[in-house]
Nanobody, 123 residues
Framework: VQLQASRGGLVQAGGPLRLSCAAS????????MGWFRQAPGKEREFVAG????????HYADSMKGRFTISRDIAKNTVYLQMSSLKPEDTAVYYC?????????????????WGQGTLVTVSS
């Protein structure tokens, strides 16, 4: 399975940004999907997860209400809509596939990873 994330970019604090991650080489509809991020000098952390059919979503506490994960099975793509961005949201964002469950929050629970995309939030 190959995961190709869209380019991140530079955004001002308070602004929105949407990331996408296109999957290929596997059966997208059978994978629980997730987003993680790694800020400079910090460990990778869970951001959001979504079930195979999109009916269940899970978020890290600090992202609830600001980030929305969704998926388009027809396009084999998972999205992360981010709003009210803060400078502390600056990180490399990774999409991951085939989580053990929809709410898998640990890296080892996912089998496939995208290459990461940098999001920088300026103050």
């Amino acid at each position: 399975v190959q995961l190709q994330a869209s380019r991140g970019g530079l955004v001002q604090a308070g602004g929105p940004l949407r990331l996408s991650c296109a999957a290929s080489g596997g059966t997208f509809s059978t994978y629980n999907m997730g987003w993680f991020r790694q800020a400079p000098g910090k460990e990778r952390e869970f951001v959001a997860g979504i079930s195979r059919n999109g009916g269940s979503t899970h978020y890290a506490d600090s992202m609830k209400g600001r980030f929305t994960i969704s998926r388009d099975i027809a396009k084999n793509t998972v999205y992360l809509q981010m709003s009210s961005l803060k400078p502390e949201d600056t990180a490399v964002y990774y999409c991951a596939a085939d989580g053990w469950v929809a709410g898998s929050t640990q890296e080892y629970e996912y089998d496939y990873w995208g290459q990461g995309t940098l999001v920088t939030v300026s103050s």
